[in-house]
């Protein structure tokens, strides 16, 4: 269903600054690095010294992995693997190593040129994978879908997506009114190898009649016959627990009209395969914005200076941040996403996970191997032998303070350091947007 994608003298590459490691991580500049001599054959790198966290729940001390070509081959303790002679071996001591983000949820631009720029944007800021969740109009999305783009991250798509009708928003979902409507849209997707069904159960604050159960029931009973996992967009604890009796796969966004109760985590434990994407709001307390670095830096300063105290969005935080903690707790898979297309709010989220309650541990497992084994892409978000060599180099360790994941040096995709200076100069270019 997915579009998944000789002896050298040994050269080691020293990682004593940053700026030295962002020019040494890439093997194309390797010659200012003084490895003119292995430019050209050179295919294999091993990376050592750094902390690894896999992705999977691992942490690795003294870590060593080699990626040859595009993928992991070897990963492990220092003491423990015999790594290639000859290879290129970059010195990661004192640096954290992290799996590339998988972003589970996402809105991007139905323009191609859009579309690129965006995903090489959302790659400055560590995402390795994204799924553009509805909303994609015509064919952009699927022409693009799992394609790798230039320093950008890959992505995947579910297409328009599924509503009943509401008129004065966007009309790029479908409209269904009748399960035969329903089946209709969801056969539509499957033909043009959607990667998920997206569903809007939500009246908008009264304005709308939400999706029905015999409406989304159709929607995921067909969706299943096609062999596609269907996520929904919710609001309220009823429509929860509707669509956990229909047989949902995920939810986009996690309970907002009130604490959940013990028999929607009833339900939910019934069937342990679903997946949470909670899809935080601002917590409504002062954040530091001033860490953003492709935004003209006045820009930067007028976010900062709004940021302040909102008692209203402190109380829509905390509903949810209480839901995302006692389901954390029952065991429930808790996913990753941040909606709509701003490329650093990912360490935001993972910022607001974190104090939700969740450990920053169980939130990097979260925003890599779990959306990835929600997506079914069998081939990123871990660093394990015969994975994709998507990873991001950390100066600090984000067990310590999530919020290190936005102290990045490098980020790495099909084995690669993609160019973040040139990237950077493109956002600001386009104005950071």
Not at 221 to 246: S, W, Y
Not at 402 to 426: C, F, K, S
Request: with cysteine.
């Amino acid at each position: 269903m997915h579009r998944l994608m000789t002896r050298r003298p040994r050269t080691r590459l020293s990682a004593s600054t940053p700026q030295l490691l962002a020019g040494c991580l890439s093997l194309a500049v390797l010659t200012a690095c003084g490895g003119a001599d292995q430019v050209a054959s050179a295919d294999v790198t091993v990376f050592e010294g750094a902390r690894l966290i896999t992705g999977t729940g691992e942490v690795i001390d003294d870590a060593v992995f080699v990626v040859d070509g595009d993928r992991f081959t070897q990963v492990g303790a220092m003491a423990d693997e015999d790594v290639p002679v000859g290879a290129t071996v970059v010195d990661l001591a004192g640096r954290t190593v992290i799996p590339a983000i998988v972003n589970a949820h996402i809105h991007l631009s139905s323009d191609a040129a859009e579309r690129a720029q965006q995903l090489r944007h959302m790659a400055y800021y560590g995402a390795g994978t994204v799924v553009s969740l509805g909303l994609d109009e015509g064919s952009t999305a699927f022409e693009m879908a799992g394609v790798s783009v230039e320093d950008g991250a890959r992505s995947f798509t579910a297409g328009r997506g599924i509503t009943g009708p509401e008129p004065g928003r966007s009309e790029v979902p479908y409209w269904v009114t009748t399960p035969d409507e329903a089946r209709t849209a969801v056969q539509e997707l499957a033909s043009q190898d959607a990667d998920i069904v997206k569903i809007w159960v939500d009246d908008r604050g009264g304005q709308y009649e939400r999706l029905s159960p015999d409406l989304y029931g159709a929607v995921i009973d067909e969706a299943h016959a096609h062999d596609l996992k269907v996520t929904a967009h919710i609001f309220r604890l009823e429509d929860a627990k509707g669509l956990l009796r229909a047989g949902i796969d995920a939810f986009a966004h996690g309970i907002r009209d009130g604490d959940v109760d013990d028999e929607v985590i009833g339900l939910w434990l019934e069937r342990p395969n679903v997946v949470l994407v909670p899809n935080l709001p601002g917590p409504g307390v002062p954040v530091d914005m001033t860490w953003i670095s492709t935004l003209p830096p006045e820009r930067v300063q007028e976010m900062q200076d709004g940021q302040q105290a909102r008692p209203a969005v402190q109380e829509a935080f905390g509903i949810q941040a209480r839901n995302l903690a006692r389901l954390d707790d029952e065991g429930i898979t808790i996913a990753f996403g941040t909606d709509g297309s701003t490329p650093w709010a990912v360490h935001h989220e993972m910022e607001d996970m974190v104090r939700s309650g969740m450990s920053a541990a169980d939130v990097i497992v979260a925003a890599t191997s779990s959306s990835a084994a929600l997506m079914e892409l069998d081939d990123v978000g871990a660093i394990a032998p015969g994975m994709s060599a998507d990873f991001i180099v950390l100066g600090a360790d984000p067990l310590d303070d999530i919020r290190n994941t936005r102290r990045i040096e490098a980020v790495y995709l099909r084995g690669t350091a993609i160019d973040r200076e040139a990237i950077r100069a493109e956002a600001m270019g386009a104005g950071g947007a």
